[in-house]
Every structure is written in C-alpha cells, then in structure tokens.
C-alpha cells in the first residue's frame, strides 16, 4: 500500500513539468498547490469509497498534507493578470480579484475541513466519508463561484 502512495507521489512530481507550460510562477505555484490537494484527497476518498484499503497510517499522512496545504499563504499565488481572461493555462475567474474577502473565507473553510479530516482521519475508515462530503463541500463552494468550466 505505501509503495503504491509512493509511486503516485513520483509519478505526481515528474510529470509536473509536462504540464508547466510557459505559465507566470504564481500559476504555476497554485496548480501544484492543487494537484497536492487532489492527491491526498484521492486517497481519502478511494479509503471512503472501499477501493483502496484502509491504511491509518496513510490517511493521516494525506489528511496531514491537506492540513498543511490549507496553511500556506496565498497572497502572492493569486497576483493581478493571473486569471482566465488575462492568459491561457488557468481556470481562475476574475471574480477572485474583485471579492478577494469571500474568495479567502472559502479558502479558510477548506482549512477547517482538512483540520477536522486530520483529526479523524487515521482512527478509522467510517471517520473518513463525512469529512470527505465537508471537504468536497468546501472545494465547491470555491469551484462553482472562483473556477471556470473546462
């Protein structure tokens, strides 16, 4: 089981730069911030789910990994003409600028969401599926108002 979470973290890590393209660092910062994000909570939610084992150890570690994410600084991830309609290569809506205040609100949920997951997280299985629907819930609420449609 470890060996599978290592390997998803490498393959995680070398394939970035395919995806890097010629974008402004802050872009770049972000979408790895996400791509951490969209790791851990897969194997949250594949342990949620049933088709990955449950492992403590491993659920905390990404419950850990989210926690942290939720507490890096965003300020000089989202600088002004790094939306997506100012350059190709992103998702972000200009509505990020224009309600910076709601937009960190949203990101400080998904803080509480990742911090109240690392609490449970490595006591057991049926700790992990209602804090994935609080965390799922704090990602859309972002996504549905911040991130445009692919």
């Given at each position: 089981?470890?060996?599978?979470?290592a390997?998803?973290?490498?393959?995680?890590?070398?394939?970035a730069?395919?995806?890097?393209?010629?974008?402004?660092?802050?872009v770049?910062?972000?979408q790895g911030?996400?791509?951490?994000?969209?790791?851990?909570?897969?194997i949250?939610?594949?342990?949620?789910?049933?088709?990955?084992?449950?492992?403590?150890?491993?659920?905390?570690?990404?419950?850990?990994?989210?926690?942290?994410?939720s507490?890096?600084?965003?300020?000089?991830?989202?600088?002004?003409?790094?939306?997506?309609?100012?350059?190709?290569?992103?998702?972000?809506?200009?509505?990020?600028?224009?309600?910076?205040?709601?937009?960190?609100?949203?990101?400080?949920?998904?803080?509480?969401a990742?911090?109240?997951?690392?609490?449970?997280?490595?006591?057991?299985?049926?700790?992990?599926?209602?804090n994935?629907?609080?965390?799922?819930?704090?990602?859309?609420?972002?996504?549905?108002?911040?991130?445009?449609?692919?």
């Amino acid at each position: 089981m470890k060996t599978s979470f290592a390997a998803l973290a490498a393959l995680a890590v070398i394939a970035a730069p395919a995806f890097a393209q010629d974008l402004p660092q802050p872009v770049k910062a972000r979408q790895g911030q996400f791509n951490i994000m969209a790791l851990n909570l897969g194997i949250l939610g594949g342990m949620a789910r049933g088709s990955v084992d449950y492992d403590a150890d491993a659920a905390q570690a990404a419950a850990d990994s989210l926690v942290a994410v939720s507490k890096l600084s965003q300020a000089a991830m989202w600088a002004d003409g790094t939306d997506a309609m100012s350059l190709d290569g992103t998702r972000a809506q200009p509505a990020i600028w224009e309600n910076m205040d709601d937009f960190s609100a949203k990101w400080a949920a998904f803080g509480e969401a990742a911090t109240a997951m690392a609490s449970a997280a490595g006591t057991g299985k049926d700790a992990i599926g209602p804090n994935m629907g609080a965390l799922g819930a704090s990602c859309k609420g972002c996504h549905d108002t911040y991130r445009a449609p692919e």
